[in-house]
């Protein structure tokens, strides 16, 4: 094997290493910062950003439309000032919404949820309390709400709820965890009488996050070692299951929570992340509420409302009663379109399933690789710079359509920052590589490649440019001419690789006796050349001299036995007493030189 194709395969060997070492670098730099929290918690921000631009651009251009069959009687600001003008109090009476269960029903209807708690019982009209309750156990499609908190029970006594508001719930995934999050020691319960009947009883339990927008809600609460299921998705999976309510539910080995036929997404967290049809009171047909309380009261202007297997929310939109959040998609959005908003991606079934972590780890793995790959293989900056932006336009891009079409939440915020990161280190390692091959080759155009001294090419070019500083600061310097005596005898005597050790070892002898600033130069043959820049004759001779000591007390081994001794003959000429120009201060050397050999060698010539 050639020593080109030696080079060429440590090249390429260390091109390999180079890629791994860039990818590794990457790679762990990116764990380090997954265990800084204050980090984390800035990639999830700006995650949950790009999410919610990413909804907020879907709810405007794509075919997903909510559902026709999801009303909402509202308690809106209209409504609100109704009820205080004629009732003169809020709460009002629990018999209001007695009489809208009642008006409801007559369209069978096929639920009708209450997104409100109906906490403690009204000293001042129980009768009213007995009634809701009642009307609400006549009918099974009626559904109301509790809380959970870790309030002390030095406030509130917690309390033991039926086991028929239970479910059963087997979780087959290690990643979910149910009760961290969603884990409650106290119970805000509602009326005795709706707990105790068979009136349909969830949590309405939600989380935010740190930006104080909701963009995932729970699917179960757990209390007294027992799981409650949400309100929305009691309802939501009583429906999809033919109206008979699931008792038991299981989480599989992949994160889906499996409701009858249906299969849901869940987060490590045991939430389910919404998908949102459009911004509030525009999604969801709304019914004032006052509207068809003046309907049930009889008044004719009011259009006839049509409830007829329609899913009823009832729940305050006005904004002084203070049930308004903050979702992806709009920073004031009622409650009730929230649970909505559930309700609608149950039936679809169109949650968004946040993409697995070790999706995520290939997807930046291979980014990584594209991205140093496309920068240590292009000539231009400009294409490199224009192919990485592109590609992560590109990721981008897909990214939306996939969370259109596939509703899968593939992360872009860490990504991006790795496209940008692997980049930038890229670029830095490929110059770095490139200033290494430079430099080697650079020292293949100006080196010997037998003795590694400055070859003669570099010497004519460094006594020129000596010359030039010299006679501009009006300094001097030497020249030095070697020749190696006897040589010819070493490569017919011993043979040439012999002979290439002298070479060797005279030149070795020369770099261990010249200073750092001296150019040591191989200058034809046997023949070497020492250039010492502000350097006298008479401290060149003596220089010289030295090497010339040195030289012939180091012997060489030629065989296992037998060892012999090297000497040389040397000539020194000065600028500016030699000579002005190259030749002049060579040819003067040159006749020092041939003096010593004409004169016994293993000398310094005069």
């Known amino acids: 094997m050639s020593d080109n194709d030696n080079k060429l395969k440590k090249d390429q060997i260390f091109n390999i290493i180079a890629y791994f070492l860039i990818t590794a670098s990457i790679l762990f730099s990116i764990l380090l910062l997954a265990n800084n929290s204050m980090i984390v918690n800035f990639f999830n921000d700006s995650e949950n950003k790009s999410f919610d631009y990413r909804q907020s651009l879907l709810v405007k251009h794509r075919h997903l439309k909510p559902s026709s069959d999801i009303v909402i009687v509202a308690i809106d600001d209209g409504s609100y000032e109704y009820i205080l003008d004629k009732y003169g109090e809020w709460p009002i009476s629990r018999s209001v919404y007695a009489n809208i269960i009642e008006r409801i029903e007559q369209d069978k209807p096929k639920a009708v949820i209450f997104d409100l708690m109906f906490v403690k019982s009204f000293k001042t009209n129980p009768a009213a309390d007995s009634l809701l309750s009642s009307t609400m156990n006549k009918y099974n499609n009626i559904y109301t709400a509790i809380n959970f908190d870790n309030q002390s029970a030095d406030v509130r006594i917690p309390v033991s709820l039926p086991d028929r508001l239970a479910v059963k719930l087997e979780n087959n995934s290690k990643n979910v965890d149910l009760e961290g999050n969603f884990g409650f020691s106290n119970c805000r319960t509602i009326l005795d009488s709706i707990i105790n009947s068979n009136t349909k009883v969830g949590m309405i339990n939600i989380s935010r996050s740190q930006d104080g927008i909701i963009r995932q809600v729970p699917v179960f609460a757990h209390y007294n070692g027992k799981y409650y299921p949400h309100m929305t998705l009691l309802a939501g999976t009583t429906l999809l299951n033919n109206g008979i309510s699931l008792s038991e539910y299981k989480i599989d080995s992949h994160s889906n929570l499996i409701a009858g036929e249906s299969k849901i997404p869940l ?340």
């Open 267 to 606: 987060t490590n967290t045991g939430e389910v992340v919404l998908n949102w049809y459009g911004a509030s009171m525009r999604t969801y047909k709304n019914i004032p509420f006052h509207k068809l309380i003046k309907s049930i009261n009889g008044d004719k202007s009011i259009e006839k409302y049509n409830f007829n297997n329609k899913i009823v929310f009832i729940g305050t939109t006005a904004s002084s009663l203070f049930d308004t959040k903050s979702v992806p998609i709009d920073k004031i959005y009622p409650g009730v379109e929230l649970h909505a908003t559930y309700m609608n991606n149950l039936l679809d079934n169109s949650f968004i399933k946040k993409s697995a972590n070790s999706t995520n780890a290939v997807i930046i793995f291979l980014l990584v690789l594209t991205v140093s790959f496309i920068v240590f293989k292009s000539s231009s900056a400009i294409f490199a710079t224009t192919s990485t932006v592109l590609l992560a336009a590109a990721y981008y891009l897909s990214a939306y359509y996939v969370m259109s079409l596939y509703n899968i939440w593939i992360e872009v915020v860490v990504p991006l920052f790795v496209i940008l990161i692997t980049f930038a280190i890229s670029y830095l390692a490929k110059y770095l590589l490139k200033s290494r091959d430079f430099e080697h080759q650079y020292k293949l155009a100006t080196t010997d490649g037998l003795t590694e001294l400055y070859n003669h090419r570099y010497f004519q070019d460094t006594l020129k440019k000596q010359i030039d500083t010299s006679r501009r600061y009006e300094q001097e310097f030497s020249l030095i001419i070697i020749d190696i005596d006897f040589f010819k005898k070493f490569n017919d005597t011993y043979g040439h690789q012999v002979g290439d050790a002298v070479l060797r070892t005279v030149a070795q002898i020369l770099k261990k006796n010249t200073r750092a600033t001296d150019y040591v130069c191989r200058y034809g043959g046997e023949e070497m050349s020492i250039i010492l820049p502000q350097t006298s004759k008479n401290e060149a001779t003596i220089h010289a001299q030295r090497i010339c000591e040195e030289v012939a007390k180091t012997p060489l081994k030629v065989s296992n036995n037998t060892e012999c001794n090297i000497t040389i003959s040397l000539g020194v000429s000065s600028f500016p007493q030699d000579g002005e120009t190259p030749q002049k201060i060579i040819e003067c050397a040159d006749k020092a030189l041939y003096y010593a050999k004409e004169h016994g060698r293993n000398q310094v010539g005069k």
